[in-house]
Every structure is written in C-alpha cells, then in structure tokens.
C-alpha cells in the first residue's frame, strides 16, 4: 500500500551497491511513542536506523523464508527509516497483513504507539 507521494519520491531510486544487512525482528524495546530524536539515541553499537528500501526488503525475505510475518498490523507495528520526504515527513514501513507491507510517513516529533525504532546491521 504505496502512498503515492513515497512512491514517487523514492520509487525508482538505485541501489549503489549490494550488501547483507541483519535487522531485528520488531522494533527496539522502549521505542514507541518516542519522538525520532529520542528513538535514534537508542540505537547502540554497530547497527544503524534503516533504509525503507532495507526494512521492506528484510520484512518480505523474513516472511518468504518463514511464514511468519514482522512489523504487524496486530499490533500496529511501523519502524521509521533514514528517508525524510521533500515535505518534511520521515518514510516508516511496517503494518504487514493480508493486504500486504504498508509504506507510509509521519512526522519525526510523532508519538505514535505503533511507530518504533528497527536497528540494521550492514555486513
């Protein structure tokens, strides 16, 4: 479920490289309802915030290889990536049901309970 305006910005962006990149499996513990200042400061080590192009990919591989779907609709589950939109909004993906991975923004001050914070670790 594409928003257009994140399709449009992002869509047909190459890939400069390829690269194995390791996210985890749900967002950071105490990520949600974070502003995304306060979200980064939880990111520790050797792992990064995510690309959209990186969470989407690892959330679909996931589900190829096990059946198990992450980043939910039940719970309500986004991580918000490195990509900040032309108006100002941040690209968060996640919600993955029966109609499929939802790409949508929000605002980095956002609050939201269903909006946390992945880590991914390139390799």
């Known amino acids: ?3 257009a305006y994140v399709q449009k910005e992002f869509g047909s962006q190459p890939v400069s490289a390829s690269y194995w990149a390791l996210i ?5 513990p105490n990520s949600r309802n974070k502003t995304y200042a306060e979200q ?12 959209a192009l990186e969470a989407a990919a690892a959330i679909l591989m996931h589900y ?3 059946g198990e779907r992450i980043y939910t609709d039940n719970p309500s589950t986004y991580t ?3 990509e900040l939109l032309s108006n100002g909004c941040r690209v968060v993906v996640g919600g993955f049901g ?6 949508h ?5 956002n609050r939201g309970d269903d909006i946390g ?3 991914v670790r390139k390799f």
Request: net charge negative; glycine share 12%; with cysteine.
């Open 40 to 51: 980064q400061a939880l990111i520790k080590g050797l792992y990064a915030v995510p690309g």
């Open 1 to 3: 479920d594409f928003q």
């Open 80 to 82: 918000r990536c490195q």
């Open 117 to 119: 914070l992945s880590g």
């Open 105 to 109: 923004y929000c605002y980095d001050s």
């Open 98 to 103: 029966s109609s499929g991975l939802g790409l």
């Open 24 to 28: 985890t499996k749900d967002v950071l």
């Open 64 to 66: 190829v290889e096990t």
